[in-house]
């Protein structure tokens, strides 16, 4: 996983994208802000589709936060290079890098919790793809 990771949020996430900055800072990462910054409403896929072209471009990683994270997933998944997975649990997170190999993670604000989400994103970020009959599938995604 590369060290910078693109980071962006609709205005119902704002503060729980700025303790997953803090989180990726302590872990030695660097994130990439694409906004949005304050409380004032803003539209979703505005913010997805700026930080999953730098996904694509850079084959990086992004993680991607809203209200309830399903505005920002479907947005996500548009773009070719991209697999978004919205997850609410360390266990979705896990299996999303290790079966699917996820490059975007999504993250409900008004659904989950500050501890919760940290934890999701230490599995997010600590689980590699597994590959094999994994790929296999992931290549049978686009139609
Ligand atoms: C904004 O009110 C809300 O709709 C948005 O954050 C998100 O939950 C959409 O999926």
Redesign the pocket.
Known sequence: MQKTIHIGC?H?AVDLKNAVIRQLEERGLTATDHGTYTADSCD?PDIAHDVCSAVEKEQGTGILL???G??MSMAANRHQGVRAALCTTELHARLARRHNNANVLCLGARMTGVELARAIVDAFLDTDFEGGRHQRRIDKLSC
């Open positions: 609709d119902a979703y809203c209200g309830t399903i505005g």
